[in-house]
């Protein structure tokens, strides 16, 4: 018989209180439901290149690849979620004979993003205030 693992309640062992909530928007009670960040955009890869293209008019496959250090495989897999989501844009292009795809972040993406940064801004003063 496999014995099955305890609940853990807290990630530190820390029982006592109520369980932690954070603003869900700037002025919001400390009472609201807890903070849900964005989980496509929080992966590393892709929180990386949302925050390239945020930064960026547009940028191409080789200079996002480059820029964060990734394999094409890897990118292209991250950027395909992005885009499935509609937070990145997708144009391919041939320069000559040679294939160029460039990205950009949609509104929605950028709406999403910005989403996340605040998010995050509510966990780190929640922490901070603690």
Do not use: Q
Request: include cysteine; hydrophobic fraction near 35%; glycine fraction near 6%.
């Amino acid at each position: 018989m496999v014995a099955k693992p305890t609940p853990i309640t807290r990630p530190w062992g820390d029982d006592e209180g109520p369980e932690p909530r954070l603003r869900s928007e700037p002025g919001g009670s400390p009472d609201a439901s807890p903070v849900e960040l964005d989980r496509l955009i929080h992966e590393r890869i892709r929180l990386a290149i949302v925050s390239a293209l945020a930064v960026n008019d547009s940028l191409s496959f080789t200079e996002l690849k480059e820029m964060l250090r990734t394999t094409d495989g890897n990118l292209s897999v991250h950027a395909r979620k992005l885009e499935e989501a509609e937070y990145v844009e997708c144009r391919k292009t041939f320069i000559g004979r040679v294939p160029r795809t460039d990205y950009r972040l949609t509104t929605t993406g950028r709406k999403a993003f910005e989403r996340y940064l605040d998010h995050m801004e509510a966990l780190i003063d929640a922490i901070r205030e603690s």
